[in-house]
């Protein structure tokens, strides 16, 4: 029997050691991370043996007074997480149990829910995953000409990889550059990221990198990634002009590939649907996998 529990009543233990050892495992779906990316979230479980056997995490808001779901920034894929594998039979069991006071739905699901085919509403979105069970040689031999060649442009150019680096700094190279045409990103989502990656900190699941340049020694391009169970999760970067110039982000990459090849099971490089993006990361000889989002409407703000 799938429950439809408030805030309050979820038992946050019991929920982290479902979604520890879920099949589809994921960190977007742990409590510290969802309670960063939308405080006060909500879920249906199912219950097993004195625990959660599944869950789902729900993350609604209000406007106008209606109550609907959304997915919130900085979690790629949510929806439904079980010890078990997964059937097409559960998830529409779990979409069919939210409750009917949502009067809307937009929702990304996680690649490890199938969808029954019969269900409307559902689109799919593209990830890029690459199989760091590798040796870097032979990871780099699978490298596109394109990342080949802006790999060795890069190298002309003294570049350093800097551990550590500001968090700062990559989201301010970020707000300088792309940015400034995510109109809907403001001071409260970038205070957010900040507090989701001092959260991961914390728990030892985050490494800062940046690149350097010869000339002034100053942080031209950085990334934010998260490591959980065997994979690790491209969160976020930035860039600048001068970092695009000298092809920093692919030498950035480049060393992460080389320095996890053989020690990570897989580099999640978050996307993208946007063409160009995934371009540039399946470059680097990672494969597209495709998980679903999930629209249901009943009423239209």
Same mark, same amino acid.
């Given at each position: 029997?799938?429950?439809?529990?408030?805030?309050?009543?979820? #038992?946050?233990?019991?929920?982290?050691?479902?979604?520890?050892?879920?099949?589809?495992?994921?960190?977007?779906?742990?409590?510290?991370?969802?309670?960063?990316?939308?405080?006060?979230? #909500?879920?249906?479980?199912?219950?097993?043996?004195?625990?959660?056997?599944?869950?789902?995490?729900?993350?609604?808001?209000?406007?106008?007074?209606?109550?609907?779901?959304?997915?919130?920034?900085?979690?790629?894929?949510?929806?439904?997480?079980?010890?078990?594998?997964?059937?097409?039979?559960?998830?529409?069991?779990? @979409?069919?149990?939210?409750?009917?006071?949502?009067?809307?739905?937009? @929702?990304? @699901?996680? #690649?490890?829910?199938?969808?029954p085919t019969t269900l409307?509403?559902?689109?799919?979105?593209?990830?890029? @995953?690459?199989?760091?069970?590798?040796?870097?040689?032979?990871?780099?031999?699978?490298?596109?000409?394109?990342?080949?060649?802006?790999?060795?442009?890069?190298?002309?150019?003294?570049?350093?990889?800097?551990?550590?680096?500001?968090?700062?700094?990559?989201?301010?190279?970020?707000?300088?550059?792309?940015?400034?045409?995510v109109k809907h990103w403001?001071?409260?989502?970038?205070?957010?990221?900040?507090?989701?990656?001092?959260?991961?900190?914390?728990?030892?699941?985050?490494?800062?990198?940046?690149?350097?340049?010869?000339?002034?020694?100053?942080?031209?391009?950085?990334?934010?990634?998260?490591?959980?169970?065997?994979?690790?999760?491209?969160?976020?970067?930035?860039?600048? #002009?001068?970092?695009?110039?000298?092809?920093?982000?692919?030498?950035?990459?480049?060393?992460?590939?080389?320095?996890?090849?053989?020690?990570?099971?897989?580099?999640?490089?978050?996307?993208?649907?946007?063409?160009?993006?995934?371009?540039?990361?399946?470059?680097?000889?990672?494969?597209?996998?495709?998980?679903?989002?999930?629209?249901?409407?009943?009423?239209?703000?």
């Open positions: 029997m799938i429950e439809y529990l408030r805030h309050g009543q979820i #038992e946050t233990a019991l929920w982290d050691d479902c979604v520890a050892h879920a099949s589809n495992s994921l960190v977007y779906a742990h409590s510290w991370y969802l309670d960063v990316v939308h405080e006060g979230w #909500e879920a249906l479980v199912e219950r097993s043996d004195g625990g959660y056997r599944s869950v789902m995490p729900l993350t609604c808001r209000r406007k106008y007074g209606i109550p609907y779901l959304f997915q919130p920034f900085f979690a790629q894929q949510l929806g439904v997480f079980s010890r078990e594998a997964l059937t097409e039979k559960k998830v529409g069991e779990y @979409l069919d149990a939210i409750p009917q006071k949502f009067l809307k739905v937009e @929702l990304r @699901l996680n #690649e490890g829910n199938p969808i409307h509403g559902v689109k799919y979105h593209r990830n890029c @995953l690459l199989d760091l069970q590798h040796s870097y040689d032979l990871l780099s031999s699978n490298y596109h000409e394109n990342t080949k060649r802006n790999l060795k442009k890069s190298l002309k150019y003294g570049l350093s990889l800097v551990k550590e680096a500001p968090v700062r700094k990559v989201i301010d190279l970020f707000r300088n550059d792309r940015g400034r045409l403001g001071d409260q989502e970038y205070a957010r990221l900040e507090r989701l990656i001092l959260a991961a900190t914390n728990l030892q699941n985050t490494l800062v990198y940046g690149v350097q340049n010869t000339d002034n020694n100053d942080i031209i391009c950085g990334a934010i990634f998260l490591k959980y169970h065997d994979r690790l999760t491209f969160l976020f970067s930035g860039n600048s #002009e001068a970092g695009k110039s000298c092809q920093a982000m692919t030498f950035l990459l480049d060393q992460v590939i080389r320095e996890f090849a053989g020690r990570m099971g897989v580099l999640d490089f978050e996307g993208s649907d946007d063409d160009n993006l995934a371009r540039f990361y399946l470059g680097f000889g990672s494969i597209e996998k495709k998980y679903p989002s999930y629209t249901k409407n009943f009423f239209k703000f």
